[in-house]
Each structure stands twice: as C-alpha cells, then as structure tokens.
C-alpha cells in the first residue's frame, strides 16, 4: 500500500507540473501573444532600434520562442526589467519568459522558484578603465573606486576577486547599468565592472569608446540563459528546445537562407529536424514544423551571434566559448529526435 501511495503521489506532482506547463503554453497561445522579459536596453543582447523594433541575442530567443508557438515572430510583447524587478515579474507571471543577460547560479536555481537553462552565452564578469590610467591588470586596481549595478551578481564577484586577491576597494552601486555607466564616464568611479559582454556594449553608448578599454582577466564565469516559472516544466522544454533547435541547425548547416530547399533533403536527421518525418512537435504540444519556423524566420544559432556580436557587428565579440563545441567552443545540444 505504501509503495502504491507513493507511486499515487508522483504521479499526481507529474500531473499537476504537466498541466502547469500545458497552462502556460495555452495562456500564451489564448493570448495570442508571448510576453518576454528583457533588458531596458544592451546593444547586441536587447535593444529597440529607431522604429522601436527589439533586436539582440536575447530578443531573438524570444523570437525563436513566438516562431515555434505561433508561426509568427511579431506576435510578441517586450517588457524591460531591471534587474531588481527581473525574478518578480516571472514569479508573478507578469513576463512568460525572462531572457536579459541572467546568470544561472546554484542560489537562483534553487532560492527564486524559477527554472534556468538553457545556457545560450558563456560569458564572465570583467572591469572596464579609462587608458588614460595605463592600467594593464585588474590586480593593479587596490584601492580603486568600482562603479557597481546593484541587484547583480557582480556585487559578489567583485568583492570576492578583491579578497582573494588581498586588495582594497570602493564599491558604488547604482540601480542600473546606464547609471554605472554615466558615473563611470563623469569619474565617479577608477572603474566599472560587469560581464564582459555588457562592458563592449556599455562602451559603444560612451561619448568616446576609444578612451576605454577591458582588463584582460574573467574574474567570474557568468552562463547566460532564460528562466521561467517553476513547475512549467512543459513550458520550460519549449523554452529550451528552442534553443537546442537555433544550436542544432547551425551544426547541420541549416539557415534561414537554405531552409525551404533543405525540405527536400534525404537526410533522415534534417527530415526529423524539419518535420517532414516524424512527429517531434507533438511532444512539445507544437506543429512539427516548430523547428523548421525557427530556422526560416530567426535562423540558427551563428547567424544570431553573428548578427548582434559577431566580427561584422559593432561589438565584434570572438565566438571563443559560443562556438559550437566540434568549433572548440561551448555550444552543445542534444539530439532532435
């Protein structure tokens, strides 16, 4: 009786995290329209441009999330949230997903209600100074004033690299990292941190980028990714079989340019891949050619990055750690299948 009590009590948690996730997914689909949380505004991760249209690494996770789900990219509400507001407004259901520059840590993981992953970019934490200082290291920095944006995990990195590292310092939080910024650049501050990614972006808004430069050192390491509600795990999977698929496609060579004409491909994978076999979607509560909207309306992983960080973008971010790992690099997805 024990025994079929417990089995009783799983099955009903399987059941009611089931249809929590099929709640979701059918709230977006009612609605006719998937609510992202992203930055306020990081060149290359999320930002509007003139006519207000939102592009980045970030947006086009989100992207990729409404082609899947509705077949349409457009069909999307963004909300920017600073890093304070990010975790309450997915607690509260206000954002479906949450895709600004989050790091994934064990405490958020397990402290906020929320599940993380995938991984979508390695990044790590760095500081930023002016040349004029001639400063080589972050080790050089003892004593220095650091511009901080409070709410972060860089808060702790920061303090953490000064204590190991037996150096003093001056930490200045700001609520956001335009303020950082702003006070950095007025001399507020010897230095600014945050990931080196942002800090790239960060420079482009200076009056003069060329008056800055980024210390070498990583003094964290900060995986990136989306987060939603926990026990949306049905609603989690298409989150994270989204970007599986955008990881998938660049190592079978699909793009949105070549797409249409892979339909017609022998290839038992990019068959399954495509929904031209099988029925893959179905699992995911989606079209089975989920997979195949992603591709021809956002495209596949390297063509995101190469899009907003890329050698050809303004940021020119080397794909290091963001390759896909038969490239070296980092990115790796399970198998569609």
Known sequence: MKLASAALGALSIAFSVSTAGAATLDAVKSRGQLVCGTSPGVPGFSLPNAQGQWNGLDVDLCKAVAAAVFGDTTKIKYV??????????????????????????????T???????????????????????????????????????????TELNIADFFQKNALKYDPVSFASGDEA????????????????????????????????????????????????????????????????????????????????EQLKSTNPEIKRFLGVDGKLGEGLGLSNDWAYRIVKQVGNYGESYERYLGPNSPLAIPRGANNLWSKGGLQYAPPLR
């Open 80 to 109: 920017p949230l600073n890093p304070k507001d990010r975790f309450a407004a997915v607690q509260s259901g206000e954002v479906d997903v949450l895709s600004r520059q989050t790091t994934w840590s064990l405490s958020r993981d």
């Open 111 to 153: 402290s906020l209600g929320l599940s993380f992953s995938p991984i979508t970019y390695f990044d790590g934490q760095a500081l930023m100074v002016k040349k004029t200082l001639g400063i080589k290291s972050a080790k050089e920095l003892n004593g220095a004033t650091i511009c901080v944006q409070g709410g972060t995990t």
């Open 181 to 260: 910024i702003k006070a950095f650049e007025a001399g507020r501050c010897d230095a600014f941190t945050t990931d080196a990614s942002a800090l790239y972006a960060y420079r482009l808004k200076a009056a003069n980028p060329q008056d800055f430069v980024v210390l070498p050192e990583l003094i964290s390491k900060e995986p990136l990714g989306p987060a939603v509600r926990r026990g949306d795990e049905a609603w989690a999977n298409i989150v994270r079989w989204t970007h599986y698929a955008m990881v998938n496609a660049e190592e079978l060579g699909l793009t949105s340019a070549n797409v249409d």
